[in-house]
């Protein structure tokens, strides 16, 4: 369920074993470069909108006044993200297009930090929020500098500062991990205030004791700035601060519209209307003209709107998407909800627990054109908004799962990892063909028809995480899962259009074999200690160890001393499955706690130290990487002679440097638009 419960976002399994959906297009996506290539930790991977050019022009039109909306505000994240950000990049993208007469080695240093730096949005690892540094030296970076100038770069020098001055007052923030060390510190030490621990630009000497006599106008939309002895809120809108940017957005916005869907217009007005005057009262506003405009083709998130980055989880971080409706994997999502009873009546449960008149929980499958600020390079791949809970519960929310974005994670994970924990040869290709369309179709499974099944006992009064307490959640997300399971091999979903069903058999078997294999290489995320924290990781090592301990269904091997599941026979699956999901439906319907205690202490939780060792050292060979950044699609326009749009092309630049040199106006022989902010 993840985000769908709390809003905001939910964020990609880091090695691309995730859900995952079924790739069509064929040869396309088999011929074309997903990953790009590696720097450090990070993947570089590009971003695919196959559908967009099937659009009508004016959806393109609209598309593209959306997308350059959202390159006008990528700065405002810079700056939110760290102070020193945009001056940095300025420094480092000089230095980079003038590189002919820079030491080969350093520029090589200075080249794969800068990667980073755009990647995380600044020099603060995204996944830990640690300060990363440059390797070469001060002497070195110096000397790159003044090569760089002999060549032509010019930096961006403060009013009557020397380059010299001005790098030596630069040179901690590239080269000295102990200055301001961390972006967000969420739990500082015993004498350390979280706002000071924090290093990012959402406040400036203030502290949290400053906050207890103030109070905000502006608590998603302003910078808290001490100024003296009194607080002063700078509100992000047109005439305040960012406005500069936020005036750009507003000019996309305004020429986007008369090409929107009358729901969306009004959005977009209202968007308009919040980025004018910073009121709260216009924000939920504009929230709530989002969330009815719920069939547009088209959609976009643009403002301040996630609160992760600040320690006290206020101040929004800026971003923006653009995005269609991926009609065919909706309609594919749409089919499971609009057979939710046909699921339910067939529950292998109680029927007393069953449900009657069952609504399937549906979401939008998306492909993303464009993502900016926090949702860019690096991104998430489902979001639900908004997050006001007020709005939530009066007028519902809007979920989306990225589907481009989960495709590049599948086709960029290296195949050495499936092959690795692969018992023979023939799962290894049955992985590589099937895992996406098995993957794609039980995560629909869990998410549509599983969490949305069965009925409570009534003494819960509809609230079963009452008696569950610490182990509803991964008892639940259990249930959701093996009700995916159970159905995968049902001859109906060939019936409904939901597999070939010449491949029907091949898609069962790689979707358990995958299953099983989980449980094994998910051990590499924990490497201390013997236990599971995480519920959706419970679920799946709870699974497949009931179905070792209670059948003969998938048998433990070793071979060179190396551990593999492996599936014996899917029909025994299938019925171990049934077995254990009545057994959860029932603990969950009467709020068992006793006995969802023992099946997690039992099978869920613990695991063996010498196994995650050996798997720990078999992914280490593979290399994999921590997280991806994104390159993004690429929209051109073409006009005719009255400056009119006829038509708008997409193009994939391959590449993470071209992108974001052009991003901020830095690309070589193009002319700079402006300068520093
Ligand atoms: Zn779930």
Redesign the pocket.
Known sequence: ??S?VAGGWELPDSAGDSPAPVVRGGDKAADRPYLLERVGEAAVVQLYADGFESLPLDQRILVYHLYRAALAGRDIFFDQRYVHNLEMREVLEQILTHADDVDPDTRAKIERYTKLFWINTGPYNNLTARKFVLTCTGEAFLAAAQAAVDGGARFPTRHGETLDVMLTRMLPLFLDPSVDPSVTTKTPGLEEDLLMASANNLYVDVTMDDLESFTEQYALNSRLVKLGDHVVEEVYKLDGKYGEHISRIIKHLEAAIPYATESMAKALKALIRFYRTGEDADRKAYDIAWVQDDASPIDTINGFIEVYMDARGTKGAWEALVYYVNQEKTAEIQVLADNAQWFEDRMPWDPKYRKKGVRGITANAIDVVIETGESGPVTPIGINLPNDQSVREEHGSKSVSLSNVVETYEHATPSGFRTEFSWTPAEATRAERWSRTAGELTTNM??VI??ASGRLADHLNGNPQAALKEQYSAL??SR??LVALYFLPDPQLAEFGLVPVEHHNEIVLAGYEGYARNAITQLRRVRKGTQLEED?MRNRQMIVRWLMDNTTAIEERVHNSKTFYVITDVTVFQQGVGELLAEVQRVKSKGDYEAAKWLFETYGIHFDADLRDQVVERVDALNLPSYSGFVQPKLDVERDADNTIIDVTISYPQDLMTQMLEYSGNAVGMVRPRGLH
């Open positions: 369920m993840g769908a869990h998410e599983g969490h639940e997300e959701a899962d959706h």
